[in-house]
């Protein structure tokens, strides 16, 4: 799955919750920097960023891919605490690692780098029960 990466020189970043998940996918090739982080926490994302610039030098890629999904239910008895850890992760994460990558890219020389943002397919078709996550769905 990596091999390309690392045979072509790249290295790689590995950013999440579990220090044990990231271990067990660097395992899967060399030159990987394992860091876990809550994308959350705006002193950890900027954290996570400079020890990139620190031991690679520069950053070319951002592939944003943390995603929280609340518990299945209505809109209307859907907790606030679920409902602000899904924002929060989803889209604030999403955005402060858009926002340290962007100042990396910009102030690198060359001046370049791309960001990639996963999304759902929920985007497309909403699921019952998952407001949070998508647009309500209509019955």
């Known amino acids: 799955m990596f091999a390309g990466w690392y045979q072509a020189g790249f290295a790689m970043g590995l950013?999440?919750?579990?220090?044990?998940?990231l271990?067990?996918?660097?395992?899967?090739?060399?030159?990987?920097?394992?860091?876990?982080?809550?994308?959350?926490?705006p002193q950890a994302v900027t954290a996570l960023f400079?020890?990139?610039?620190?031991?690679?030098?520069?950053?070319?890629?951002l592939f944003n891919n943390a995603g929280y999904n609340s518990p299945f239910l209505p809109l209307?008895?859907?907790?606030?605490?679920?409902?602000?850890?899904?924002?929060?992760i989803?889209?604030?994460?999403?955005?402060l690692c858009a926002g340290?990558?962007?100042?990396?890219m910009k102030a690198q020389n060359?001046?370049?780098?791309?960001?990639?943002?996963a999304g759902s397919q929920s985007a497309h078709m909403p699921r019952p029960l998952t407001?949070?996550?998508?647009?309500p769905h209509k019955e």
């Open 90 to 95: 989803n889209i604030l994460g999403a955005m």
């Open 110 to 117: 060359p001046r370049s780098g791309r960001i990639i943002n």
């Open 50 to 61: 400079d020890k990139t610039v620190t031991e690679y030098g520069r950053l070319d890629l």
């Open 131 to 135: 407001a949070a996550y998508t647009k």
């Open 15 to 21: 950013a999440g919750r579990r220090a044990d998940a």
């Open 23 to 41: 271990d067990e996918t660097a395992k899967l090739g060399a030159n990987m920097l394992t860091m876990p982080t809550d994308i959350t926490d």
């Open 76 to 88: 209307e008895d859907l907790p606030w605490d679920e409902l602000r850890t899904t924002l929060d």
């Open 100 to 104: 340290q990558a962007m100042r990396i």
